[in-house]
């Protein structure tokens, strides 16, 4: 993705807030996390549509994503911080994203009240556009079929994606696969999928500052509510979002876990970039896994650790041609 949308970005978090411009829209609805092929596919449908009609194109979903707010011990599984998603979705060509927060009044919400109060009365949409296994309200009893008869009646067109398939596979994209792929340490697949690498925003926090002492300085970064890709180091990327070296595009080698040789309380991310001199505390990165090159693995003590790491840093700097 680039650092900056060919679009800007107009991203509203409730209804009250949208602009009147934006009623009488085309509107995709779903998740889109990852904003995989998939979903680029809905959103290339409804945009022909949205262009036919000479009307705004807009994005709904749901944040935080329903399955959170009905299993909040589940473990993290998130693509995409929002922000994120929306830039991805402005690339595509979307005019502006609503992304309602999912709670429990939205969960109580019957599909056909929220087709006649949200979709018409709020949005007056002028057509709807979703993925082939969409569902919503209460009980997820609403679905496409419940659209289209609906939305029949009350004036608005209906269009639904059909699946789209892997290469040379009957398994069509999806967000869990590509989680999948990340969890077993292959985040080639899962850029595949998305046709973007697989990354991870956050601020760069001081950790103990242990890497400088043995000449890797790291830029240590919290996995808040990602998904949880396999331990081990990468070889990766990193745009600098703000801060003194803003719009710098940095190559390194990263370690994602539990640090076993030295010790950590949680997972995270630790990057080393390759001939970078500087200070990004406080910085906010988006990290890109790019390739896997071994598990985590405990080392006897820091010299062993040492060599390790320089091995692994000649690794990535084959891989990524630097």
Known sequence: MSSSAAKPISLYRSLSDLPETTRGAVL???????????????????????????????????????????????????????????????????????????????AAYEAEDFISDILLAQLGVSAVCVGYDFCFGKGRRGNFAMLQNIGGEMGFETFATEAVLQPNSTSPFSSSAIRNFLRDGDPEQAAQMMGHAFAIEAEVQKGDQRGRTIGFATANMPLHDYVMPKFGVYAVSAEVLDGAFAGQTLKGVANLGMRPTVGTDKPRLESHFFDFEGDLYGANLRVSLLHFIRPEQKFDGLDALKAQISMDIDQAREMLGS
């Open 28 to 106: 995709a609805i779903g998740n889109f996390d990852g904003v995989h092929f998939g979903h680029q596919q809905v959103i290339a449908d409804a945009r022909a549509l949205a262009a036919a009609k000479n009307a705004p194109l807009g994005v709904m979903l749901f944040d935080p994503h329903p399955q959170q707010f009905f299993a909040p011990e589940a473990p993290p599984f998130r693509l995409t911080r929002l922000v994120t998603r929306a830039a991805l979705l402005a690339d595509l060509g979307v005019d502006f994203t609503l992304a309602l927060p999912f709670d429990a009044t939205m």
